[in-house]
């Protein structure tokens, strides 16, 4: 089984010093960053694009950077954000028209692909995509805003997931986002110690509690 990791979303942080905040959190552990792309047609938000992923790498980010693109249409977007550093790049298959190609697209330009699934979506993409893909991500809200609750439901999907990489017998992370406690680490006043809180919840060395 692959290590767990721990990806901060930074649309969380306080973008008024975006950069210092990215380093603080991977200084107290963080393993990569979590960078949301929406563009108020997809989904009802407006957040950032790949020159501030580009601005995180100038500053000397050197974590890997996953981009989760909540945009619609995806592929002329892929080029310029691979170009701006990304290391994994994340799409929702209802916002391609040809899900194989973007997945290709992605490869073909040095990033690590993966397939995003709302709290609806099936996961029968998985089915003929799966083989090609190096993350799945499982949204435990509706795209669009932070702050959201977190879906109960999503827990059996994420099972679902986890049996299908399972089966499949290749390494795909399995990501989730949306809602997940300690209690937010930008949130929090001592990210070390959140993420400490985290990891511990992971490995079974804490109460795990319930998503609020």
């Not at 380093?23 to 501030?52: C, K, Q, R, S, W």
């Not at 397939?115 to 995509?129: G, Q, R, W």
Request: charged letters at 20%.
């Amino acid at each position: 089984m692959v290590e767990p990791w721990i990806a901060p979303s930074i649309l969380s942080a306080d973008f008024a010093r975006l950069g210092d905040e990215v380093h603080a959190v991977l200084e107290a552990g963080a393993d990569l960053i979590h960078f949301d792309v929406m563009d108020n047609h997809y989904v009802p938000n407006l957040t950032i694009g790949p020159l501030v992923c580009e601005a995180l790498r100038r500053h000397g980010v050197k974590a890997p950077i996953d981009v989760h693109l909540m945009v619609r249409p995806v592929d002329r977007i892929v080029p310029d954000f691979a170009a701006a550093g990304a290391t994994y790049i994340t799409f929702h298959p209802e916002a391609s028209e040809h899900i194989d190609r973007t997945i290709a697209l992605i490869r073909e330009h040095g990033c690590y692909p993966g397939l995003v699934f709302n709290p609806a979506t099936p996961l029968d993409y998985l089915d003929y995509t799966l083989e090609l893909i190096d993350m799945v991500l499982i949204m435990s809200v509706n795209p669009g805003f932070a702050g959201q609750q977190f879906i109960p439901t999503s827990l059996r999907k994420l099972a679902d997931a986890r049996a299908r990489i399972a089966a499949g017998g290749r390494e795909v992370r399995l990501e989730v986002d949306g809602g997940i406690k300690v209690s937010n680490i930008f949130g929090s006043p001592d990210y070390g110690q959140t993420i400490r809180e985290m990891r511990a919840q992971i490995d079974g060395d804490a109460p795990v509690k319930a998503p609020r």
